[in-house]
């Protein structure tokens, strides 16, 4: 019983000292206006205000959060000089009016001011009653015609002389072939691996095929089974076997033998182009 009594003295002594303890002061805050939008100027809605603010014992999440109610915080940093507790601060608001803010033991104030409030005017503006005569009009229609009919006349001419060199009618593979192969002559022969190339767009041209991209053994194959040129097959296996010896074994061909290869092929596609023609004009008749 005397131990209950001693607990409950001893916390009846215990409150009544905290009780006469003074209180726990505010954290000092100091605040100082850093960069205003003009010297004794209004602060309008949308102007960035940049005040330092020294607080002791308030972190700058405190900071951002007093602020934050009010304004849009568009920087928050230690401010210049690394001092602790010395914060910068930018903000700004859209909100015209007087917005506070309290941190710590002082309230900040800021006043926003409306551009429109800096415009008074109770009276009618002034205007006269007579009706003004229009300007010059500058002839803007009379323009657009003819900027149009230079338009069609340019755009006739450029058709008439496209459809005047418009050749008579489509090349066929062959004419195809030649004028190429006759490009390649012109170029110092090219490589055999263009030729190569050559032969395979004259062919699928000419016949319902896709052998570009193949390998000279897979073309053979292919036209195995297409049939049309079974009569020059040794003669296309042949001249593929040796260019294949020439794109890819590292053998450069002498001028001589490329020269031979060329005009063989020459040859041989001319021989292939007159059976299919005579083909067709059997199939017409």
């Known amino acids: 019983m005397r131990t209950k009594i001693a607990v409950g003295l001893s916390l009846c002594l215990l409150a009544l000292f905290a009780a006469l303890l003074p209180p726990a002061p505010a954290p000092s805050v100091r605040a100082e206006e850093q960069e205003a939008p003009g010297n004794g100027r209004n ?27 009010e304004f849009e915080i568009v920087e928050l940093r230690s401010a ?29 104030v800021v006043s926003v001011a409306s551009t429109l409030d ?84 004259y062919i699928e041209n000419a016949y319902p095929c896709r052998i570009i991209g193949k390998t000279s053994a897979e073309l053979i194959r292919e036209l195995r089974r297409l049939g049309a040129l079974d009569p020059f097959l040794p003669e296309l296996e042949r001249w593929l076997a040796e260019c294949d010896r020439f794109n890819y074994s590292g053998v450069i061909a002498a001028g001589g033998r490329k020269k031979e290869l060329c005009e063989t092929l020459l040859d041989l596609v001319g021989r292939i182009d007159r059976s299919r023609t005579a083909g067709q004009d059997e199939g017409a008749a």
Not at 43 to 67: H, K, M, N, P, Q
């Open 43 to 69: 602060i309008y809605a949308g102007d960035i205000i940049t005040l330092d603010i020294s607080a002791e014992g308030v972190a700058a999440e405190e900071i951002r959060e007093a602020f934050g109610a």
């Open 80 to 108: 210049p000089g690394g001092e602790a507790g010395s914060f910068r601060i930018s903000l700004r608001t859209f909100e015209p009016g007087e917005h506070s803010v309290r941190l710590g033991n002082k309230e900040i």
């Open 118 to 201: 800096d415009f008074h005017r109770d009276d009618v503006f002034d205007g006269g009653g007579e009706v003004l005569e229009p300007g010059a009009a500058f002839p803007w229609r009379v323009l657009s015609y003819a900027a149009a009919s230079v338009f069609v006349l340019s755009g006739g001419a450029m058709l008439f002389g496209w459809i005047r060199r418009r050749k008579p009618k489509t090349q066929t593979p062959y004419h195809m072939f030649l004028q190429r192969a006759e490009a390649l002559a012109a170029e110092d022969g090219g490589d055999m691996a263009e030729w190569t190339l050559l032969l395979k767009t």
